[in-house]
């Protein structure tokens, strides 16, 4: 089993920076890929981000390409998003997951495991 713990959310100004973190424990998670998605009000889980186990492909979802940066640290056990520019858009309970392979992908379904999520309020 994997435990994921998110942190970093925070209320921010449009235009500011925020880093989340994603901290695994159970299980080293530097073979599996890993994830970020968020969930707005009324709104469905949508994906932002994903990483490959080594870190040398990501995938982003087209509103944030260019913006956001994820990265991770395997000697850490750790996952980071990188938020530059936030939009008012961003508002949203970001969540960290992890896959059981390698590789990335946007669709939720391929991350058995989950966060409980941080909330990100970007106000202008």
């Known amino acids: 089993q994997v435990q994921l713990v998110e942190s970093g959310g925070t209320l921010v100004q449009v235009g500011g920076s925020l880093r989340l973190s994603c901290a695994a424990s159970g299980r080293t998670v530097s073979r599996y890929g890993m994830g970020w998605f968020r969930q707005a009000p009324g709104k469905e889980r949508a994906f932002v981000a994903a990483i490959s186990c080594g870190g040398g492909m990501t995938l982003y979802a087209d509103s944030v390409k260019g913006r956001f940066t994820i990265s991770r640290d395997n000697a850490k056990n750790t996952v980071y998003l990188q938020m530059n520019s936030l939009k008012s858009e961003d508002t949203a309970v970001y969540y960290c997951?992890?896959?059981?392979?390698?590789?990335?992908?946007?669709?939720?379904?391929?991350?058995?495991?989950w966060g409980q999520g941080t909330q990100v309020t970007v106000s202008s």
């Open positions: 997951a992890a896959a059981s392979q390698c590789g990335s992908s946007a669709g939720p379904s391929w991350y058995p495991y």
